[in-house]
C-alpha cells in the first residue's frame, strides 16, 4: 500500500470533518489516482502541402476521463525536416478543461519563404500542471512544403551541340540520346571523332565552322539531319587535317566539369537553341524571346552584323544585320538597335533585382547593348557611341568575373545573366579549355554559399556552332505563326544544377530559350512576354520543388574562382560569331 493511500485511510478513523478533509487531499479525479486523465487528438494538417511562406491548421482537441479537471499546456515538442522548420502557433494554450467537457485549440504550422522543400513531421503533446501528458501520447502530423526558387542564374556558354558535347558514357547508359555517329549528304555514316576543347594540345580544336542561317538550312535539309559536311569551315587549311571536320566530338578528359554537373543533377537532351542562326540574335533571345527590331515586327534579325567593332546600339553607323522573313528569306537588313520588351523590363516593374555580367559593352554576346532604352545610348543611334543609360549601369557588370565576387560578398540579384570571355566561352578556335573550369568556379561558388539553399543555375549554350547533332528541330514554317522562318534552331546542351533539381534526372522534354524566360516569369510571378516564352514549357519537369533538398559537393576542375579573379588578362570577344 503507497504512503498517501495509507495517510487518507488513516485520517477516515478520525471521523467525519476529518474524513472530508482527507478527501479533498486526496483528490479523487486526479491523474495520479485513478490513471491518466485525457486524451489529446489532432487533426490532419489543412492543407498538406504548402509553398515556403504558407501555413497549414490543424484542430486539437483535448477530451478529458473519468472527470479529470484541469489545465493543459499545448507544445510541438518536435519538428523533423530542414532548416529552417516550421513552427507552431495555438490559439489557445493552456486548454482548462473540467469533467467531460473537451476543449479545442487551433495550431497553425508557419514556414518561411527559405523553409526547404521536403516532408515535415511534426509532433504535438501537452503536459498538464503535474507534468503528465495524453493518455494516448503525443500526436504527429505531417507537411510537406515546396520550396521557393529565389535566385536564378543563367549561365550561357558558346556554340556546342549535345552529340559534339556530350559523349558522357554515363549519360548514354542513363538515357541521354546522344549519337556517336552521323549522315553525310551523300548518305554516308560518319563516326564521330574525338578533338580537344580547346586551341591548344595535342589535337587542337584550330578551326570554325560557319552557323549562319545558310548553314543551318545545309544541316537541317528538310528534316533528315544529313548536310552538316556543306557547312563551311576556315581556315581552309586547319579544316584540311581532318576529313570530316564537322564530324567531331569533344575529348571527355576536356569537359568532365560538365559531366559531374550533368551527372549529378538534370541534364536535357531536347533542348534547342531558339533561332535558326549565330550568336548575335540568340543573346537577344536570351533575355527577351525575340530579335525582331520592334514589338510589332514579324521579321526577325537572323544573323551577325557586318563589319568589325561594336555592335547593337553603339555599333558603327554602316553597320547592318540581316533581317528574316516569315517564310524563311533573308532579304531586307537594318540597324543593329532594337526596341521592345524584354524580360528585365518585366523584373524591374515588380522590383526583383538583375544583373547582367558581360566581359565588354559592345560585343555581340552583350544583349543589352541592342535595346535601345536599357543602352540609353549617349546619342541617338547611328550616332551613339556608349551606353550611359541609368539601367546599363545599374545592371550591365563588366567584366564577367565580378559575379564570382559578388557570390563571395553576398550581393547576387535575384535574376543573373553570365556570359563568358571568349577564352572561356567553349567558343570554337577561340577558347583555352578553360570553360567547364570557369562555370564549375560559379556553380561551386554558389554552392558553397548560403544561396545554394534557394537558387536554380541553368547552364546552355547559345547555338549549335555548325557541329553536327542528330536530332532535327521543328521548324516552324508556316508564314504566320509566331517565329515562322527562323525557330526552332537545333540542339544545344542543358544542365540544371539546384538543391531541387532532379537527381541523376535525364530531361526528355522538349524546351528552348523561351522555357528559360518562362521559368523566371513562373518562379516571380510575372506575366508572359508574348514572344518564346507564350508557347515553350517552363522548366517544370527538371525541378522536384517538394523533394529533400540536394546536399551540394563540390565540382572538381583543373582551376578555381581564384584564378578567373586574378586573371589580368584583356577580354576577348568575338571577331564575327
Not at 192 to 207: R, V
Amino acid at each position: 500500500m503507497n504512503r498517501r493511500r495509507t495517510l487518507c485511510l488513516a485520517s477516515a478513523a478520525l471521523g467525519l470533518s476529518a474524513l472530508l478533509l482527507s478527501l479533498a487531499a486526496c483528490g479523487s479525479s486526479s491523474p495520479s489516482n485513478n490513471g491518466p486523465g485525457y486524451a489529446l487528438t489532432a487533426a490532419a494538417l489543412n492543407p498538406g502541402s504548402v509553398t515556403a511562406g504558407g501555413a497549414s491548421t490543424s484542430l486539437i482537441t483535448v477530451t478529458p476521463a473519468t472527470g479529470y479537471a484541469g489545465s493543459v499546456n499545448l507544445s510541438c515538442s518536435k519538428i523533423t525536416g530542414g532548416s529552417p522548420p516550421p513552427t507552431c502557433a495555438f490559439s489557445v494554450s493552456p486548454i482548462t478543461i473540467s469533467s467531460a467537457t473537451p476543449g479545442t485549440s487551433t495550431l497553425t504550422v508557419s514556414t518561411s519563404s527559405g523553409t526547404p522543400g521536403g516532408t515535415y513531421s511534426i509532433t504535438v503533446t501537452g503536459s498538464d500542471g503535474s507534468g503528465t501528458g495524453p493518455s494516448n501520447g503525443p500526436q504527429s502530423l505531417a507537411l510537406t512544403t515546396t520550396a521557393l526558387i529565389q535566385h536564378v542564374v543563367v549561365i550561357f556558354q558558346e556554340n556546342r551541340t549535345t552529340d559534339n558535347l556530350f559523349q558522357d558514357p554515363v549519360l548514354i547508359k542513363n538515357g541521354a540520346d546522344i549519337a556517336q555517329s552521323g549522315v553525310n549528304s551523300s548518305g554516308q555514316t560518319i563516326t564521330l571523332e574525338p578533338i580537344d576543347l580547346g586551341s591548344a594540345g595535342t589535337n587542337p580544336q584550330n578551326y570554325d565552322l560557319s552557323h549562319a542561317h545558310s548553314a543551318f538550312v545545309s544541316m537541317y535539309d528538310g528534316g533528315k539531319m544529313d548536310g552538316a559536311n556543306l557547312i563551311p569551315c576556315n581556315p581552309a587549311a586547319n579544316c584540311d587535317a581532318y576529313p570530316n571536320p564537322q564530324f567531331m566530338y569533344v575529348k571527355p578528359s576536356d569537359v568532365q566539369p560538365y559531366f559531374a554537373m550533368a551527372e549529378q543533377y538534370t541534364f536535357g537532351d531536347r533542348m534547342f537553341q531558339t533561332n535558326e542562326g549565330p550568336s548575335f540574335p540568340a543573346h537577344q533571345f536570351i533575355i527577351s524571346g525575340t530579335s525582331a527590331p520592334t514589338a510589332t515586327s514579324d521579321l526577325f534579325a537572323s544573323e551577325n552584323m557586318s563589319g568589325a567593332g561594336n555592335a547593337g546600339c553603339i555599333a558603327a553607323a554602316t553597320t547592318t544585320v540581316e533581317l528574316i522573313s516569315p517564310l524563311g528569306v533573308e532579304n531586307s537588313s537594318q540597324y543593329p538597335c532594337f526596341e521592345h520588351a524584354t524580360l528585365t523590363d518585366l523584373l524591374d516593374a515588380a522590383a526583383i533585382s538583375w544583373r547582367y555580367y558581360t566581359p565588354s559593352a559592345g560585343s555581340i554576346w552583350t544583349g543589352p547593348d541592342a535595346i535601345e532604352h536599357i543602352c540609353g545610348p549617349n546619342a541617338p543611334p547611328p550616332n551613339a557611341t556608349a551606353c550611359v543609360g541609368a539601367e546599363w549601369t545599374n545592371n550591365v557588370f563588366i567584366p564577367e568575373k565580378l559575379v564570382l565576387e559578388d557570390i563571395n560578398n553576398g550581393q547576387l540579384a535575384q535574376v543573373s545573366w553570365v556570359i563568358p570571355d571568349g577564352s572561356e566561352s567553349d567558343h570554337a578556335a577561340s577558347n583555352n579549355g578553360s570553360g567547364p573550369s570557369w562555370v564549375a568556379s560559379i556553380v561551386n561558388g554558389i554552392g558553397n554559399s548560403p544561396y545554394w539553399a534557394n537558387t536554380a543555375i541553368i547552364i546552355t549554350w547559345d547555338d549549335w556552332g555548325g557541329w553536327y547533332d542528330h536530332v532535327a528541330p521543328k521548324v516552324v514554317d508556316d508564314g504566320v505563326s509566331w517565329g515562322s522562318g527562323y525557330v526552332y534552331g537545333f540542339r544545344v546542351p542543358l544542365i540544371v544544377v539546384s538543391p531541387y533539381a532532379k537527381a541523376a534526372y535525364i530531361s526528355h522534354t522538349t524546351h528552348d530559350f523561351g522555357s528559360i524566360l518562362k521559368f523566371i516569369e513562373t518562379t516571380y510571378g510575372l506575366p508572359s512576354l508574348n514572344y518564346a516564352d507564350a508557347p515553350a514549357d517552363d522548366l517544370s519537369d527538371c525541378f522536384n520543388l517538394s523533394q529533400t533538398p540536394i546536399t551540394f559537393q563540390t565540382i572538381p576542375a583543373p582551376l578555381d574562382a581564384a584564378h578567373f579573379i586574378n586573371d589580368k588578362s584583356p577580354p576577348t570577344d568575338p571577331d564575327d560569331d
